[in-house]
């Protein structure tokens, strides 16, 4: 099939629990969602093995009951972080399949395939998945398709936000951009509110508060949408909070109840048993959003019994009423960060599967005194098709929209550990503060401890103003400085973060002229 697109680049959603592919129609002057091989426009991030086959997206995703401990998802959850994070260690014990820590502190899956055992690193799970996209994309607009603006959770760090470049890398992607989920969301946004679509139309700024809630990661962001473009003033979240987090209360709910009807015996151990329930559980969880009971039911859960019982919409509500409260102190903070209060917020655009829990919409309405939420916009395609506009502005092609401006900003602060006054280590020296417009670039001067000759440059992400509660991006020497009293050594340190949010630091003795650059990015 051709849809003669010249050198189309696609705009991707890469979610927990779902992708979604989309690609701007120049011709139709519109945006298409990619339909994958079983003409489905979402496919599940999901992969699996067996003796003879891999199987990614609708096919990986039948196998969880199956063929459970060789059945991997939510993989996104899992790219960027350290095997000893403690969210990590939490997520592996509802998880079926095996995570080993391996090189670089990775955490690692191991599956078999064929026979063997193999051991997979996130990334080169995350390229198969997008690399099923890339072939329903080239299928579905008729050419070779390379460029793409890849989203990520506003809230990732930049080691997330590298290895998931890294695995679209891999996958034969030329990424032009990594937009953050909810701006992709606000250029959708932007497009559908304007008169014939067309962005130029747009007579007045808007301020739109963005709250996206999908499998793994919770996103809020506040931006204007104007006639220039869209200007992003803050972000807040948590890139461990979304539909995933509800689905395993609920998992540990009826691992409860079951050991209440049937003694002790713990099904956790068993990766078959666990992959039923979850999948039984999401259901329910989804059953729940049209109606105020349902239940879970079943066959030979575990040592040939059955399981049954019902749940209630008010019982889903209280497992999981922390998580949404917590989403709504993020709102709060997210408002608190971009100086704006919330009868300032003219729409409330709600995205991301997991917004269709009526007690989310209900909380998120109540906070903004009544506000009726905006939900004009499909859910589960808004990402993917501003990040399909921004790619094809990007590449040139988008006639209609090709000078809006869009102007993002950091999620977390940036700076390298410092000394306190008692010469304590430590303690975190912020040098781009959270919510900084980028690109930019801050230059930050520094003196040498005494009589050394080295100076060791550590760079951290974070809030906390100790750096143990921060992540350690990156650390290096700048070695050959002068040596004398304390301060002899001027070192001058600049950060650098690019249009993607990725961060590049160097530093400099300025008498000597001695420097070294990283680019945390390639570390
Ligand atoms: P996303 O990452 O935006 O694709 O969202 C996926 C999440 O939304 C998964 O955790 C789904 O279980 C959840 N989800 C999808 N539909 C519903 C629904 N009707 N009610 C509750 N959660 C849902």
């Not at 003879?52 to 993989?75: H, M, Y």
């Not at 039923?276 to 079943?298: H, N, Q």
């Not at 501003?386 to 700076?415: C, E, F, H, M, W």
């Amino acid at each position: 099939m051709s849809r003669g697109v010249k050198g189309a680049a696609i705009g991707i959603d890469l979610g927990t629990t779902y992708s979604v592919a989309a690609v701007w129609f120049q011709g139709k002057n519109r945006v298409e969602i990619i339909p994958n091989e079983q003409g489905n426009k979402i496919t599940p991030s999901c992969v699996a093995f067996d003796d003879t086959e891999l199987f990614v997206g609708e096919g990986a995703k039948n196998q969880i009951t199956r063929n459970p401990s060789n059945t991997v998802f939510d993989v996104k959850r899992l790219i960027g972080s350290r095997f000893g994070d403690s969210r990590v260690q939490k997520d592996m014990e509802s998880w079926p399949f095996k995570i080993i820590e391996g090189p670089a502190e990775k955490p690692t899956v191991v599956v078999e395939f064929k026979g063997e055992k193999r051991e997979l690193a996130p990334e080169a799970l995350s390229s198969m998945v997008l690399m099923k996209i890339k072939e329903s994309a080239e299928e579905f607009i008729g050419t070779k398709v390379s460029d793409a603006v890849i989203t990520v959770p506003a809230y990732f760090n930049d080691k997330q936000r590298e290895a998931t470049k890294e695995a679209s890398t891999k996958a034969g992607f030329n990424v032009i951009r990594l937009i953050n989920e909810p701006t992709a969301a606000a250029i959708a946004y932007g497009l559908d509110n304007m008169a014939d679509k067309k962005w130029y139309k747009i007579d007045k700024n808007k301020n739109v508060l963005v709250f996206d809630l999908g499998g793994g990661t919770f996103d809020v962001s506040l931006l204007t949408v104007g006639k220039k473009g869209v200007v992003v003033k803050a972000v807040g979240g948590d890139t461990h909070l979304g539909g995933e987090d509800f689905d395993k209360t609920l998992v540990d709910y009826c691992i409860d109840k079951f050991k209440k009807q049937h003694g002790e015996v713990d099904i956790r151990g068993n990766p078959r048993a666990l992959g039923r329930l979850k999948v039984a559980c999401e259901k329910a969880k989804r059953d729940l959003s049209s109606t105020t009971i349902t239940r879970i039911e079943i066959d030979c859960l575990y040592g040939g019994i059955d399981f049954s019982i019902k749940i209630s919409r008010a019982k889903f509500e209280e497992l999981n009423l922390t998580y949404f409260e917590k989403c709504i102190q993020l709102v709060e903070k997210c408002l608190i960060d971009g100086k704006m209060k919330k009868e300032m917020v003219d729409d409330v655009v709600v995205v991301g599967g997991s917004t269709r829990i009526p007690k989310v919409q209900r909380m998120v309405e109540e906070f903004f005194d009544g506000k009726k939420l905006c939900k004009s916009m499909n859910g589960d395609e808004a990402v993917a098709s501003g990040a399909a506009i921004l790619a094809s502005r990007l590449s040139g092609n988008n006639g209609k929209i090709q000078d809006i401006v869009l102007i993002d900003v950091t999620p977390l602060s940036l700076g390298i550990e410092v000394k306190n006054m008692e010469g304590e280590n430590g303690f975190m020296k912020v040098i781009i503060p959270r919510n900084t417009s980028i690109p930019t670039s801050k230059v930050e001067m520094f003196v040498s401890n005494e009589n050394s000759t080295r100076a060791k440059i550590a760079v951290y992400q974070g809030e906390s103003d100790r750096v143990k509660g921060n992540t350690l991006l990156s650390e290096f020497n700048l070695s050959g400085l002068t040596l004398g009293p304390n301060g002899t050594s001027k070192i001058k340190v600049v950060f650098d973060v690019d249009v993607n949010g990725i961060l590049c630091v160097s530093a400099e003795e300025i008498s000597t002229g001695q420097r070294k650059t990283i680019t945390i990015a390639k570390t």
